[in-house]
């Protein structure tokens, strides 16, 4: 069992950054793929990133050179740092856990785990 906390959201200008905190509970955080998704209103939950329990990362497209996902597996921790924010990065933003392997796995039903999720507002 793995419980998921996010936090870190709020209220950015255009052009502004963000880090966005994942603290998760349990002794197997560690062998976890972690991943960052977002959810705007009226639409589907979105991959964003992806970090793999040895390090290696997977991020959208639409993210792609902007945001950063990385991980402390000793402080059990997943940080997702988002730069030059655009209005369309608007959304409320999700961690999630999966033990299914694959880095390239970006669809919510592969995800065993989810947070409550945080609000990101990017103003213009």
């Known amino acids: 069992q793995v419980q998921l906390v996010e936090s870190g959201g709020g209220l950015v200008q255009v052009g502004g950054s963000l880090r966005l905190s994942c603290a998760a509970s349990?002794?197997?955080?560690?062998?976890?793929?972690m991943g960052w998704f977002r959810q705007a209103p009226g639409k589907e939950r979105e991959f964003v990133a992806v970090?793999?329990?040895?390090?290696?990362?997977y991020a959208s497209d639409s993210v792609k050179g902007r945001f950063t996902i990385s991980r402390d597996n000793a402080e059990n921790m997943v940080y997702l740092q988002m730069g030059s924010l655009k209005p369309e990065d608007t959304a409320v933003y999700f961690c999630?856990?999966?033990?299914?392997?694959?880095?390239?796995?970006?669809?919510?039903?592969?995800?065993?785990?989810w947070g409550q999720g945080t609000q990101v507002t990017v103003s213009a």
């Open positions: 999630a856990a999966r033990s299914l392997g694959g880095l390239t796995r970006t669809t919510p039903d592969d995800y065993d785990y």
């Open positions: 349990g002794r197997t955080f560690s062998s976890y793929y």
């Open positions: 970090i793999s329990s040895a390090g290696r990362t």
